[in-house]
């Protein structure tokens, strides 16, 4: 067990060590592998019904957990796939290093306060003028900043307070706050991203290359968009369309919190937040007095995902072959 060293920094240490010693996969391989995650997620949603033969679900709550179920073990599947390419992991894990193994993947103990609180804080400064608007219960525009200040705590504070209310009943807010974000983070970042890096991808490539998988993964939904709410194929091919472009949009911010950090915390609670919250209003952000949170976004993004912040240096975990 790892108890005084960085676990980020150990584990990728040896690591690279153990890809030293074997030759790395090919960046075809790594683009076929990332590619076989995407489609196994995407597909083990369907195999109650096309593989078991299952009957329909019979309520809304047993369908999702159907779901909820084939994304946890399509998740396993994706990082025995991502640990079999590594090689390192399998190796640790045989030598007990349970936390070394899923330091490789960004799960980490520590630093984690950081990793949840900074991204949580960059993240919100896109929501300013809502969570303001929420805390206030008013269209009243604020100059006072104090005030807005203020606002933007207290909207935080409610905005987070309702929706863990929520989860003690409401099957949705599992899936979106809990479930879906759990298990997108786990295969679209903490799998695809080191397998990518290994290959010898750069981390720009891998902040553009990942999101892709992530953005094509959503595109199940024109199949259940044209189907089950029988809307026709133009309507299905819009929403699906809108719906590929703002996930890839987030699968870069979620990607470069990821690679900036070095912490799979990071990633997750941006993606919980942002479903809590919905699409931000850019237009409003533009307009609205009170609401300067995209500059301050744009300022604090670098500063604030720094990675001495979190513990480690960039760079320090590529396993490249010497």
Known sequence: MISTRNDWQWA?????????????????????????????????????????RLPPARTINEHYIRRFTCSVVASVLASGL???????????????????????????????????????????????????????????RLEDEAKVEMGFIQGLFTRTRDNVISLTTDIFAWRNYIVGPLTEEW????????????AGYSQLKVMLLCPLYFGLAHLNH????????????????????????????????????????????????AHIFCNVMGLPAVGDALESPYNKGLGSFICLLNPATSPALYGYMPGQCLPTAS
């Open 12 to 52: 990728c240490s040896v690591g690279a060590k153990a890809m030293a010693a074997n030759p790395s996969f090919s960046s075809g391989t790594a683009i076929l592998a990332c590619a076989a995650m995407a489609v196994l997620y995407v597909g083990m949603l369907y195999t109650p019904s096309l593989l078991f």
């Open 82 to 140: 991502c640990f079999w390419l590594l090689g390192s992991p399998i190796d640790m894990l045989r030598n007990g290093d349970l936390p070394a193994a899923l330091a490789v993947l960004g799960i980490r103990r520590d630093h984690v306060w950081q990793a949840t609180l900074y991204p949580l804080l960059l993240t919100a400064l896109l929501y300013l003028g809502p969570l303001v608007m929420t805390a206030l219960n008013t269209d009243e």
């Open 187 to 198: 295969v679209f970042r903490a799998c695809m991203v080191p397998v990518l890096l290994c």
């Open 222 to 269: 024109y199949w259940e968009t044209v189907y089950p709410e029988n809307r026709n194929h133009k309507i299905a091919a819009l929403i699906t369309g809108f719906r590929f472009a703002y996930t890839t949009i987030f699968g870069w911010y979620a990607a470069f919190l990821y690679l900036r950090t070095g912490h799979l915390v990071a990633p997750l609670v």
